[in-house]
């Protein structure tokens, strides 16, 4: 399984090698695709060959370049790698709405527990109160459970600032979500689906609609570390970011089992393709929050 994150920060070129990806700087290091989960390219001066594109297609990596900022902005994938890319769209386009709304249904169930769960490791109010409304939500969540959980959960993670200020804490988040994101839709194209086609999001502008359903549970995540390691006012530096991408690799529990994140997302994908074949949504499996271990850190 896939495990190393690559961050190039620094002026490189990129190539691969002998089934290697190949950074040349000062110094040249190489690692093995098949270590890779996923590459940040984080500097404006690197220069990537086209026939490294064309490999880490064929391998499955995801690719996501950063702004000045050091934000992602873009995210290059893989194109209709999965065997049976027609039996899984074909199932993904005949999805009744019902289906649709009760996985969105599970999907906010779940994030609003993970919610819960992150305040409770940070030791925060309103834990009760957003279980509560994890067992209001119904089919395709008309009451709007989830903004109201939102309202709740911000109020008690974030009390001297929100989500629209521009400071440290925000831009961790923001970073954390966007490399979630680019893990889900990496996963999603590798099993046959089209990001574009989302069950609750449906902008007909945004690329990665489904990604953006399938992420919801692993926000909590990204707020639990930035709660316990990012303070408003301090630099948002390399090493911080690092450890962002790394969040790939810690635990969730899905399945009855502790597993990594990046599997967490492929075993949560892979039951989506069942349902979707099946049109049972109560196969979909979503992950739980967990603490998280700071050992193992790429």
């Known amino acids: 399984m896939s495990w190393r994150t690559v961050i190039v920060a620094n002026p490189a070129k990129l190539s691969h090698r002998s089934d290697q990806l190949v950074i040349k700087q000062e110094e040249e290091n190489s690692v093995p695709f098949e270590d890779i989960s996923v590459i940040v390219v984080e500097t404006h001066r690197a220069s990537i060959t086209s026939s490294l594109f064309s490999k880490l297609a064929s391998k499955g990596i995801p690719l996501i370049?950063?702004?000045?900022?050091?934000?992602?902005?873009?995210?290059?994938?893989?194109?209709?790698?999965?065997?049976?890319?027609?039996?899984?769209?074909?199932?993904?386009?005949?999805?009744?709405?019902?289906?649709?709304?009760?996985?969105?249904?599970?999907?906010?169930?779940?994030?609003?527990?993970?919610?819960?769960?992150?305040?409770?490791?940070?030791?925060?109010?309103?834990?009760?109160?957003?279980?509560?409304?994890?067992?209001?939500?119904?089919?395709?969540d008309p009451d709007n459970r989830e903004s109201a959980a939102a309202n709740i959960y911000f109020t008690k993670y974030m009390p001297l600032t929100n989500r629209q200020e521009d400071n440290t804490v925000n831009s961790a988040l923001n970073y954390g979500y966007s490399i979630m994101r680019g893990a889900v839709a990496r996963s999603l194209t590798a099993f046959g689906f089209l990001p574009a086609v989302g069950l609750h999001h449906r902008n007909?502008?945004?690329?990665?609609?489904?990604?953006?359903?399938?992420?919801?549970?692993?926000?909590?995540?990204?707020?639990?570390?930035?709660?316990?390691?990012?303070?408003?006012?301090?630099e948002f530096c390399i090493k911080k970011r690092e450890s962002l991408v790394s969040l790939l690799n810690k635990d969730m529990f899905i399945n009855e089992a502790r597993q990594r994140v990046i599997r967490a997302i492929e075993i949560m994908i892979s039951s989506y393709r069942s349902a979707s074949i099946t049109s049972r949504a109560d196969f979909l499996k979503l992950p739980s929050l967990i603490p998280i271990d700071e050992e193992n850190e790429e």
């Open 204 to 234: 007909e502008l945004n690329a990665f609609n489904l990604a953006d359903d399938f992420m919801e549970m692993l926000r909590p995540l990204v707020d639990l570390w930035v709660g316990q390691n990012v303070s408003l006012n301090e």
């Open 65 to 140: 370049i950063c702004d000045s900022s050091h934000l992602p902005t873009g995210l290059f994938l893989s194109f209709q790698r999965h065997s049976r890319f027609l039996k899984v769209l074909k199932s993904q386009m005949e999805q009744t709405l019902p289906f649709r709304k009760n996985c969105w249904q599970m999907i906010v169930k779940r994030k609003i527990e993970n919610q819960a769960k992150c305040l409770e490791l940070l030791g925060k109010d309103g834990v009760s109160e957003l279980l509560s409304l994890s067992k209001q939500v119904r089919s395709g």
